[in-house]
């Protein structure tokens, strides 16, 4: 089994219908990440709103998003994965929808998708569940989702962003992060806060501090990478540029089709191992 194949683990599959689309993207917030699941078929990615987007994911085919007409000979499944993450092998839930011939999905039943908005209780915060039914009322798949509290006017930018130095970018010094804090306020909190969950605010945040640390030269290593390099998991996810041994005498980071390309080869970025669509299973595992 290939390191991507330990990246995914199967759970659910159904056919839905075009109103599940709606459905998920109504309570989803756009993160602005392309995946590509087939050189055909690439998505979007969001995160259910309020949700932190490390525990959960939603990928949806860019085709239904515009509204794309269905082929007659195709369908749309919703399918749902555990994810695990590259850098530090945490686990997600990841939903997604997309655009799929009904020759490629002959096994799998047809379902409704329903969202339901959860009020908080004594023992569990508010929250979505989601959940695929057959016609007859059948549960065949249901996950409920917690939500952060949302309101940010008790939160303040600065504290929010040493709050993620402290446990995910101690790598960066803290006079950095203490000016990164400062610009961020001004700028994108001071543009977005209104309109912001606090999971959204979290999400601007890390980026913010991700563009600093590459700017202050270190690099964020997959497990894998350091895997290859001899690197402890405890060696931490960020390294110095300069500090990075190259592998095979390549640059870290360069793929081979790069390397033959740069070498004069003619190279096919987009050649698939054979024809026509993949597992459903295998297309979300390259994401």
């Known amino acids: 089994m290939s390191n991507r194949n330990r990246e995914i683990a199967p759970v659910f599959a159904c056919v839905v219908g075009y109103s599940a689309v709606a459905r998920l993207r109504s309570v989803s917030e756009v993160m602005y990440d392309d995946v590509w699941l087939s050189k055909t078929c690439v998505t979007s990615r969001h995160s259910l709103r309020g949700v932190p987007s490390k525990r959960a994911d939603v990928l949806i085919d860019q085709?239904?998003?515009?509204?794309?007409?269905?082929?007659?000979?195709?369908?749309i499944v919703f399918s749902v994965v555990r994810k695990f993450g590259r850098y530090?092998?945490?686990?997600?839930?990841?939903?997604?929808l997309q655009m799929m011939p009904k020759s490629a999905i002959l096994e799998l039943e047809r379902g409704l998708l329903n969202v339901a908005d959860l009020p908080s209780t004594i023992g569990r915060p508010e929250g979505w569940r989601i959940d695929v039914t057959t016609?007859?009322?059948?549960?065949?798949?249901?996950?409920?989702f917690d939500r952060l509290k949302s309101e940010l006017s008790e939160h303040d930018p600065e504290r929010i962003i040493m709050?993620?130095?402290?446990?995910?970018?101690?790598?960066?010094?803290?006079?950095?992060?203490?000016?990164?804090?400062?610009?961020?306020?001004?700028t994108e909190w001071s543009q977005h806060a209104s309109e912001w969950t606090l999971a959204e605010a979290n999400r601007s945040a890390s980026r913010v501090l991700y563009r600093a640390s590459r700017e202050a030269g270190f690099r964020k290593m997959t497990l894998r990478e350091r895997h290859r390099?001899?690197?402890s998991e405890s060696s931490g996810q960020w390294h110095r540029v300069d500090n990075i041994t190259s592998i095979d005498g390549n640059a870290s980071g360069v793929g081979q089709c790069s390397l033959e390309a740069a070498a004069g080869k003619q190279v096919d970025f987009n050649a698939q191992p054979g024809d026509g669509f993949y597992d459903y299973q295998e297309r979300l595992e390259r994401s």
């Open 88 to 96: 530090d092998n945490a686990e997600r839930c990841r939903l997604a």
């Open 63 to 75: 085709r239904l998003i515009a509204g794309e007409e269905l082929h007659p000979l195709g369908c």
């Open 163 to 186: 709050w993620h130095w402290t446990r995910y970018f101690r790598h960066l010094a803290y006079e950095i992060a203490e000016q990164t804090g400062k610009v961020w306020a001004l």
């Open 135 to 144: 016609d007859t009322g059948v549960v065949r798949w249901t996950r409920q």
């Open 229 to 231: 390099l001899g690197l």
